[in-house]
């Protein structure tokens, strides 16, 4: 399979502080990265569509100005989570699929956010 | 409307049974599916993938499509308690683009 990595795995930050988080196709190139969410007990939520070189796509009810996402290389995204606050405190997991591939959604680590 | 179904259960199964994980979807034209595992705190994992109506052995995992019933089901033979987990279904949708959605996932406890 293809190897994703996300950077940071653990953050804590205060209420109003941005975080951002990233995320790297190790071994292949991205046009096409996906953001979910996860909160506990909960499944994943599809956030948004980062597309390489263009703006970003987001889902119904996530806000475009909150969760920043740049996708300026093929093999790197960035969520940036801006003015935090306690109830952003959730999973943030990226994902992306080979290009040619059969479909399937290779997944990085995940970013814990927790907002004091 | 893009949604997919799962019991969320638990499951519970004693060691070396057969674990059955069922799923639904609304999305009729849909092609693509997807089993993912999910241990506590961790990342997805993929298990299987299925893309045509019958069944698809992989192992201990069976996957099996019926696209006319929107039902996409896995089967675990021989559970092992190293399969306790929570067992995600994902499903392409058209509306969705290349992005997949899930289920709310099946917990999976087996017993030794």
């Known amino acids: ?116 | 409307q893009k949604e997919v179904e799962q019991n969320s259960g638990p499951l519970s199964v004693p060691e070396g049974a057969i674990a059955s994980l069922n799923c639904t979807y609304s999305d009729r034209v849909s092609q693509s599916f997807f089993w993912y595992r999910q241990y506590s705190g961790k990342s997805p994992e993929l298990i299987m993938s299925i893309y045509s109506n019958g069944d698809k052995e992989d192992g201990r995992f069976t996957a099996q499509l019926n696209k006319a019933s929107q039902y996409v089901s896995l089967l675990i033979r021989d559970s092992q308690p190293s399969d306790s987990a929570t067992y995600l279904c994902a499903v392409r949708m058209k509306e969705a683009g290349t992005a997949l959605i899930f289920g709310k996932g099946t917990t999976l406890s087996v017993s030794s």
């Open chain 1, 1 to 116: 399979g293809a190897v994703v990595s996300q950077h940071p795995s653990w953050v804590i930050c205060k209420s109003g502080t941005s975080v951002k988080i990233e995320c790297r196709s190790l071994d292949f190139q991205a046009t096409t990265m996906f953001w979910y969410r996860q909160f506990p007990k909960q499944s994943l939520m599809l956030m948004a569509t980062s597309n390489e070189g263009s703006k970003a796509t987001y889902e119904q009810g996530v806000e475009k100005d909150k969760f920043l996402i740049n996708h300026a290389s093929l093999t790197l995204s960035t969520l940036t989570v801006t003015s935090a606050h306690p109830e952003d405190s959730s999973f943030y997991i990226c994902s992306a699929g080979r290009a040619g591939g059969t479909g399937e959604l290779f997944f990085g680590e995940g970013s814990r956010l927790t907002v004091l």
